[in-house]
């Protein structure tokens, strides 16, 4: 048993009770949180005692949805042909830039994606993998990556009709067996991936609906993908996932942008999870979620891909919808109130909360206010003040401390991902 003790810290726990803390101390047994609270406690009980004046602590956050495989993408050479639109963007940059990956680039972009999520720190990653030439053992590795790296984590292999039939086998196989792998693992908590419903056959939908698990898929992120939905005979994607018995609690849907009313309701009644992603829609150009649905329903917040930072996601989300003369929603409870329920609900994990009984999962910043920080206003300083944190705890253990890697070594991951992002940007041209 080791009981860490960390005193004089301003603690924000949006959503939790209490909110805010001025000068509050955390304790921490083994991998939870034992106390917290303000004022003079007995210190002798503790193995540790950290004094962190002037540090600000959030409880560790969240991306519901992320694409790890996409991590060297980062300043890739532009397509031969400039993409007119969203399908001729997949086709021409990210489904080369998967069937390009092999064993050693997937692991080093996991590597370099998950430590990049640790030094925003995200400690909780739902993932949706794609590397159809090294399927058999690729969520295998995402899950022993993100064990050493402390991170929880939700594989997912796209399973898709893209490639052909032999693909599709094998993309189900790896995801019905890390599901049955980890049934009882809390910090690996797997869902049943699917690409898309435009990249999947209703023979393949059949098949997929017999494993009966919670499915992680994109749903209308364009148009293009309800057009198709419609040419098949359904009136929309959601309409489809429901027609085979594909949504329920533990279902991830991302984008949702030209979803219908009666969609919302299908969602509402099977209680799947609407994730929205920002930044990755306007970098897109495929439009945005409406506030009126965001109103009606609880969303997620990822980044599918875009970038590792929530803090960064959620203030870009906020400018996003003005430059759409939306109206103004609640970013920061999709961030901290939202995620952590989802994810609960998906894991068993309790998380996202500076509470006692919670997962330790915590996230340290050096900031001094220019301004007074508050009960009041402190969600404006954690979108618009904050940068990257300097410290970072996840299950107990510090993974980053003063800026640098405690057990990894941050260097070799970085050299590795240099040199595996040249050889693939050569093999996809
Ligand atoms: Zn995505």
Same mark, same amino acid.
């Given at each position: ?53 002037? @540090? ?7 991306? %519901? ?10 300043? %890739? ?83 898709? $009709? ?59 992120? $364009? @148009? ?23 949504? #329920? ?65 959620? @203030? ?71 940068? #990257? ?19 990894? #070594? ?20």
């Amino acid at each position: 048993m080791k009981k860490t003790l960390i005193k004089n810290i301003r603690i924000v726990n949006p959503f939790g009770e209490p909110e805010f803390i001025e000068n509050g101390r955390v304790s921490i047994m083994n991998d939870k949180i034992e106390k917290v609270g303000s004022g003079i406690l007995e210190e002798n009980d503790f193995d540790e005692i950290l004094d962190f004046s002037g @540090k600000t602590v959030l409880p560790g956050m969240i991306n %519901m949805h992320h694409h790890l495989y996409s991590s060297l993408a980062i300043g %890739m050479p532009p397509p031969q042909k400039i993409p007119n639109n969203f399908t001729e963007i997949l086709e021409q940059i990210w489904w080369k830039l998967d069937l390009a990956l092999d064993e050693n680039s997937t692991r080093a972009s996991f590597e370099t994606g998950l430590l990049e999520c640790l030094k925003c720190g995200v400690t909780t990653v739902i993932d949706h993998h794609s590397s159809p030439n090294f399927t058999e053992g690729s969520l295998e590795m995402l899950a022993e990556i993100a064990e050493k790296f402390g991170i929880n984590i939700s594989p997912a292999f796209e399973i898709t $009709d893209r490639n052909g039939e032999g693909y599709f086998e094998s993309g189900l196989a790896v995801n019905l067996r890390t599901l049955q792998k980890h049934e009882n693992n809390p910090h690996v908590f797997p869902l049943l991936g699917l690409h898309a419903s435009f990249t999947l056959s209703d023979k393949s939908l059949e098949k997929i609906a017999e494993s009966d698990c919670g499915i992680h898929i994109h749903v209308s992120e $364009d @148009k293009a993908d309800e057009e198709y939905t419609k040419r098949l005979g359904y009136p929309s994607v959601i309409q489809r996932l429901n027609h085979f018995g594909l949504l #329920n609690e533990r279902s991830l849907v991302a984008h949702g942008i030209h979803i219908l009313p009666e969609d919302l309701e299908i969602l509402q009644k099977t209680g799947a999870n609407l994730v929205h992603n920002p930044t990755s829609n306007a970098n897109n150009k495929v439009g945005i979620l409406s506030s009126e649905i965001i109103e009606k329903t609880k969303v997620g917040l990822g980044t599918d891909g875009m970038q590792a930072s929530m803090l960064s996601e959620a @203030k870009e989300g906020v400018l996003i919808r003005s430059s759409h003369k939306e109206k103004n929603v609640d970013y920061f409870a999709f961030l901290f109130e939202n995620n952590s329920q989802i994810v609960s609900k998906l894991s068993g994990l309790k998380l996202g909360n500076i509470q006692p009984g919670y997962q330790a999962d915590l996230v340290f910043f050096d900031y001094s206010p220019k301004t007074e920080i508050t009960k009041e206003n402190f969600s404006a300083h954690i979108l618009f003040g904050l940068e #990257n944190p300097t410290d970072v705890i996840t299950r107990g253990k510090f993974r980053i401390r003063n800026g640098k890697c405690v057990d990894l #070594n941050e260097f070799e991951i970085l050299e590795k991902a240099r040199l595996q992002s040249k050889l693939i940007w050569n093999k996809m041209n």
